[in-house]
């Protein structure tokens, strides 16, 4: 049986719990473009003569990040889109991929510039796994916090931030779905990280980072990959094969389960952290930044984090 959407009559194509709403192709498209429009309005504005990045890994929520800023703002000839692609070097996923992030990118017309880790860091990321017997360790249970995907993504978006920065970009775009943003808000919670994520979290910039911000984060994940499927977009074929989030999943399959349960609950989980963020903000200490000594990007410490990362992948040898 064929359930007709909510505004139109026509067949629709998705059922969305939260709102009651059954969609067609159309208006689901259009209630996504609505939904991060307001995200970008409320939250991000958008200035005159502005250069936005976009982190685009070539997965399906960086597409659609990339896709819609170019819808939004691809016309205004004050504003510039550059896709950033950083290549961490894994074999078999990352080469695969990036091919696929420039055929995108030809596709669209949007600059693209692409970084890799054996050029920033002269390793690629499959050589610091082995080096550093990350897997192991990790799955050993003798590293609980630092997996692959800890060291990985700390020095991903190092480059990003320091690529964004050469450009004079004053945004740098995220391709966070509703979903991540649940589970990174649920996870740094279990971890006694709230300092953290609030620092982090801000709409301001801290001083010497590009602003990141999240269009995608009141989209669903199932509705992302809806979109990117209607529209073409690039998927991401296979896994990372070092992706060991082991808690991440945890938190996400619980997530999952309250959301069948109680509709919803995403949306509050973020919604709530939105609501708390200027409060715990304003109790924060300072936390003035430095220029690490090593690298010379800014940090709040002598030393940042991918250094020190760096640094001891050199000092175990
Ligand atoms: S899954 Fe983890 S290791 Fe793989 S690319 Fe993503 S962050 Fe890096
Ligand atoms: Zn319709
Ligand atoms: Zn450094």
Redesign the pocket.
């Known amino acids: 049986m064929t359930i007709p959407c909510r505004k139109c009559g026509r067949p629709a194509i998705i059922y969305q719990k939260y709102s009651g709403l059954h969609l067609c192709r159309d208006h689901f498209c259009e209630d996504i473009e609505r939904k991060v429009k307001l995200t970008i309005r409320q939250k991000y504005p958008v200035g005159k003569n502005e250069t936005i990045a976009v982190a685009f890994s070539g997965g399906k929520d960086s597409s659609v990040a990339l896709y819609l800023m170019n819808m939004i703002f691809g016309q205004r000839r004050d504003i510039r889109i550059v896709a950033i692609t950083i290549d ?1 070097g ?1 074999e078999g996923y ?1 080469n695969l991929s990036v091919e696929r992030t420039r055929e995108f990118t030809k596709k669209l017309g949007i600059e693209h510039i692409v970084r890799s880790y054996k050029e920033e860091y002269g390793k690629t ?1 499959d050589e610091i796994v082995s080096e550093k017997n990350l897997k192991e360790n990790f799955s050993s249970g003798e590293r609980k916090e630092i997996g ?2 800890s060291y ?2 700390v020095l991903r978006k190092k480059i990003l931030n320091r690529v964004a920065s050469e450009i004079g970009a004053s945004k740098l775009v995220i391709g966070h779905n509703l979903d991540d943003e649940a589970q990174t808000i649920m996870l740094n919670h279990l971890r006694g990280d709230v300092e953290k994520m609030v620092r982090f979290s801000s709409v301001t910039p801290l001083e010497n980072f590009v602003l990141r911000i999240k269009p995608l984060r009141k989209i669903p994940e199932r509705e992302v990959a809806l979109y990117a499927r209607l529209h073409d977009m690039p998927m991401e074929l296979t896994a ?1 094969p ?2 060991y989030g082991a808690l991440r999943k945890e938190v996400r399959g619980m997530l999952n389960n309250f959301e069948i349960s109680h509709p919803g609950t995403k949306y509050s989980l973020v919604r709530g952290f939105d609501t708390l963020v200027p409060m715990v903000a304003a109790a924060l200490p300072e936390s003035p930044m430095t220029i690490c000594r090593i690298c010379g990007e800014p940090c709040n410490d002598n030393v940042c984090q991918a250094c020190r990362m760096l640094e001891k992948t050199v000092m175990d040898e």
């Open positions: 961490e894994i990352r990321m692959p995907c990985c993504g990372c070092h992706s």
